[in-house]
């Protein structure tokens, strides 16, 4: 299994930005899928994300197109999660998560995880 730690999370007025980090040791986050999930007090894990470098394919929740923006730096084994333009509701911990191509995004939610990194996001 994938050993994943999340970073970066922090409180950050609305508007603000934060850039979250998920490292893995000697991983290219290229040859797997791999995305973010968030999961607020109360409420159910949601998808923000997820890549599929094979077949090109990039899928973003509606509630954060145009906020939030995915790269990687594979000579460091880490992906970022640049979040812009942050609202309240964006308050969740989020934790970074890896599978093989073979799963598809569809089976992101079943592969390896990280730690989780608190986003707070205050009005």
């Known amino acids: 299994e994938v050993q994943l730690v999340d970073s970066g999370g922090g409180l950050v007025q609305a508007g603000g930005s934060l850039r979250l980090s998920c490292s893995a040791s000697a991983l290219n986050f290229d040859d797997y899928v791999y995305g973010w999930f968030r999961q607020a007090p109360g409420k159910e894990r949601e998808g923000v994300l997820c890549i599929s470098n094979s077949d090109d394919r990039t899928n973003y929740a509606d509630s954060v197109k145009g906020r939030f923006t995915v790269y990687s730096d594979n000579a460091k084994s880490t992906v970022y999660l640049q979040m812009n333009s942050l609202k309240p509701e964006d308050t969740a911990v989020y934790y970074c998560?890896?599978?093989?191509?073979?799963?598809?995004?569809?089976?992101?939610?079943?592969?390896?995880r990280g730690q989780g990194t608190q986003v707070t996001v205050s009005s």
């Open positions: 998560a890896v599978t093989t191509r073979d799963m598809g995004c569809e089976g992101l939610e079943f592969g390896s």
